[in-house]
């Protein structure tokens, strides 16, 4: 299958990319960091390590996005690496799809490392783990994933600067929705509150995907929250992938 050739193209590339070294060796310094500095937090040691460490493996995750998504289309588009794969019989979604999949797991094996790298961190520091700490970094790697086919969707027309850049607004407006609409719902009117409302639903409800409060404090997850959750997920980046296909179909490439 194309699609599958592509994936694995990207991730050769990204393997050669010193960027992911720079990444994984910035994620073990501050998990570290975190096992060293928590005990100056009397009482709140092991809620620290898991804090932080489910923090760093989000945040890493998502710069890996932003770092290799939006500069992979561009960097074979000025190469004439797109235009001569397009020449094969691959068709433009099977590069979306390609590209999409390549960037996906490569994001995801990283973030799957630093989870078990922050495993080892928590048992040194003696953690009492719980199913949550793993649910939160399971909906780490869904929001990873969607993050990704946003970027997709905009590296499939614009620059990598403006791709970021989107991205990151995305990223942002997605985590703050609830609190947009909550918002807009108390002191907006008219217009205000259509607009938000609509890019309510929209944007990703990114807010979805972070269960670490749940996972330091130990509290259950509603239920059915991990399916609806995961569902959710699946149907946005499909979504996503969809329009980014539809655009990229209709761009000249040349």
């Not at 050669?16 to 009482?43: D, K, Q, T």
């Not at 588009?77 to 590209?99: A, H």
């Not at 946005?236 to 655009?247: K, N, V």
């Not at 179909?249 to 040349?254: A, E, K, S, T």
Request: proline share 2%; aromatic share 14%.
């Amino acid at each position: 299958m194309p699609a599958l050739i592509l994936a694995k193209y990207t991730i050769k590339l990204y393997i050669r990319e010193r960027v992911l070294l720079i990444v994984l060796l910035f994620g073990f310094i501050l998990m570290i960091s975190s096992y060293v500095l928590a005990p100056i937090a009397v009482g709140a040691q092991q809620k620290i390590v898991v804090d932080v460490g489910l923090a760093s493996i989000s945040i890493l995750g998502i710069l890996l996005i932003i770092l290799f998504g939006a500069s992979s289309f561009y960097r074979e588009r000025e190469k004439g690496i797109l235009s001569s794969l397009l020449s094969k019989p691959i068709s433009r979604v099977d590069f979306i799809l390609g590209k999409y999949a390549g960037t996906a797991v490569t994001v995801i094996a990283v973030m799957m490392l630093m989870a078990i790298l922050h495993l080892f961190v928590m048992l040194l520091s003696g953690v009492d783990l719980n199913a949550q700490i793993f649910w939160a970094v399971y909906l780490s790697l869904i929001e990873a994933s969607v993050i990704t086919s946003v970027m997709a969707f905009f590296s499939s027309f614009t620059t990598p600067v403006l791709g970021s850049f989107f991205t990151l607004c995305v990223l942002v407006s997605g985590t703050l929705s609830k609190d947009l609409l909550a918002f807009a719902e108390q002191f907006g009117e008219g217009a205000f509150k259509v607009m938000t409302k609509f890019f309510y639903y929209l944007l990703p409800n990114l807010s979805l995907f972070n269960a670490r409060q749940e996972a330091v404090h130990n509290l259950p997850l509603q239920e059915g929250y991990i399916y609806s959750v995961t569902i959710y997920g699946i149907f946005y980046t499909l979504f996503m992938l969809f329009l980014s296909a539809l655009i990229f179909r209709r761009r000249d490439v040349r």
